[in-house]
């Protein structure tokens, strides 16, 4: 039996013995005694007689749960319900006239005709109100506890496909990067044989660092500057003096997380189309502060937005989708291009945490 099973049990007799316990204490308090053995006797009575209500609603539910009538609201078998009370209804009865044959010595039967079956029917269409009502509030407890089950199952299978978006999206970057590093190293090869092996050696250090965030949905941004560091390390090999970065970061922003690698693809991006393309020196600035009450992470280079190039542009719509799924509608991610200056800019909601 898992929680919500158990929890619903719980509530279950909850609703029970405060409900029987009410209706027969209300039962007791509505009778007039002319003395305390009375008393005594019709209290014991009336305890015998919620005690059968109590009994007799339980083995209806079992019933109820065993038949499955419950199961489908847009089947009730009425006949099968109507029939089910009627019985239960009966029996209630029984009980009564036994106990008050036992503790009244039957003064319901010492009427005339006529008061006996009207006061019968009276009996017969209480507790038939009673069980009636009874099964009422079970299958309206069975529709909430299933609409909640659906609804948690709904959840759950959103969740599950988040999470397995995710995963594909994770699964892109570590491609993407690689790709893109070897194409570095592939330069270096013919240019410097001493710096290719450096190259590879940062990307050993830079593949592990992957590695090891892979499992971890979002990392403080002090974090990614310093893998960051590790891929600037790699491309200055390669660059020298074309590569000039410079960083621009406000105190309080250092704690603000993002999913890993967003902030290197967003810079592997403008040194393929910045650095690159450029023969004299380009700059990067990567800048980060706190905007119209959110957070601004920019990196912007020297030069134009490529409107017809062969690249894919993988990692900017990866980074796209990967900054909606994690922190939230609210988080974006934008590419514009100014005064011979290219900009990718995240927007992250102000209260986004680890």
Known sequence: MNARSIAFERDYWFCQLMGWGILGLLSILSSSFADWHSAIRMSAAKLICTLAGLGLSHLWRRQLQQRGWLERPQRLPLAALASGVAIITLLQTGVLLCVDLIFNDAAIFDD?????????????????????IWTLCYAVALTRRRANRFELEKLQLGVS???AELRALQAQINPHFFFNSLNSIRALAYQDAD?????VNALARM?????QTHQTALVPLADELHALQ??????????????????QIEDDVAKVCLPPLVLQTLVENAIRHGVERSRAACQIILTARRRDGAVEICVANQGQLAEHSASTRLGLANARQRLQLQCGP?????????????YATIVLPEEAGC
């Open 112 to 132: 005339s005709r006529v008061a006996i079956a009207v006061n019968l029917a009276l009996l017969l269409l209480m507790w038939l109100t009673v069980f009636a």
């Open 161 to 163: 496909v988040k999470d």
């Open 195 to 199: 710096a290719c092996a450096r190259a």
């Open 207 to 211: 593949m592990r660092h992957n590695l």
């Open 230 to 247: 590790a891929y600037l390390a790699m491309e200055r090999l390669r660059f020298d003096e074309r590569l000039v970065f410079s960083v």
């Open 330 to 342: 609210d988080a974006r991610c934008n590419l514009t291009a100014a005064s011979g200056w290219v």
